[in-house]
């Protein structure tokens, strides 16, 4: 059983860094089937996939073009987790920020492990 | 960016009603790569059905996706108690992998 538990911060203030962790138990971040992927949830935004980093013989990384310039998703293999790391955040940012597995059936687009979500507020 | 749009946004129904559920895409969503997912409050979505029509492993037999292209369905044969939840379809044929927008299904 595929189980994935998330950490970081509540709070973030404008203009600096938001960073959450996602710690993978039941499976491998070097799978090479799975891919390891972050979403978030806000009234205004709805579900809103921002990106994800898996491995096939060597790491990938796929962000939503809406955070690009400002998202890094990052494996750490040796704690056997995933980061994510958005800057330079605006109160638009407030959201609750799931991680998630894509795997299923071999799929590495199906999401069907998920974190317990974290709600992350940004405000001074 | 392909844009999905759920109707109705809300749908109130009685346990035992049959419950019906649109997705339509803004362009075609390629090899029907197209799912449903439930969420409960206070709860990570779970996948219900994939490639528009295949049920998730243990998910009961009265759910089920139809549509191809551009139009898709999910149809709640007879509602449980548990059924009132919001729903989401989400396409993962083309990144970035679109979520719509979600119906709530409540009780009448």
């Known amino acids: 059983q595929v189980q994935l538990q998330q950490s970081g911060p509540g709070l973030v203030k404008p203009s600096q860094t938001l960073s959450l962790t996602c710690a993978i138990s039941?499976?491998?971040?070097?799978?090479?089937?799975?891919?390891w992927n972050w979403i978030r949830q806000s009234p205004s935004r709805g579900l809103e996939w921002l990106g994800r980093?898996?491995?096939?013989?060597?790491?990938?990384?796929d962000y939503a073009a809406s955070v690009k310039s400002r998202i890094t998703i990052n494996p750490d293999t040796s704690k056997n987790q995933f980061s994510l790391q958005l800057n330079s955040v605006t109160p638009e940012d407030t959201a609750v920020y799931y991680c998630?597995?894509?795997?299923?059936?071999?799929?590495?687009?199906?999401?069907?492990?998920w974190g317990q979500g974290t709600l992350v507020t940004v405000s001074s | 960016e392909i844009v999905l749009t759920q109707s109705p946004d809300t749908l109130s129904l009685s346990p035992g009603e049959r419950a019906t559920l649109s997705c339509r895409a803004s362009?075609?969503?390629?090899?029907?790569?197209l799912a449903w997912y439930q969420q409960k409050p206070g709860q990570a979505p779970r996948l219900l059905i994939y490639?528009?029509?295949s049920r998730a492993t243990g998910i009961p037999d009265r759910f089920s996706g139809s549509g191809s292209g551009t139009d898709f369905t999910l149809t709640i044969s007879r509602l449980e108690p548990e059924d009132f939840a919001v729903y989401f379809c989400?396409?993962?044929?083309?990144?970035?992998?679109?979520f719509g927008q979600g119906t709530k299904l409540e009780i009448k």
């Open positions: 980093t898996y491995y096939r013989s060597k790491w990938y990384n």
């Open positions: 998630a597995r894509g795997g299923y059936g071999g799929n590495s687009r199906l999401f069907d492990y």
């Open positions: 490639g528009a029509s």
């Open positions: 039941g499976d491998s971040v070097s799978s090479n089937s799975a891919a």
């Open positions: 989400q396409q993962y044929g083309s990144s970035p992998y679109t």
């Open positions: 362009q075609s969503v390629s090899s029907t790569y």
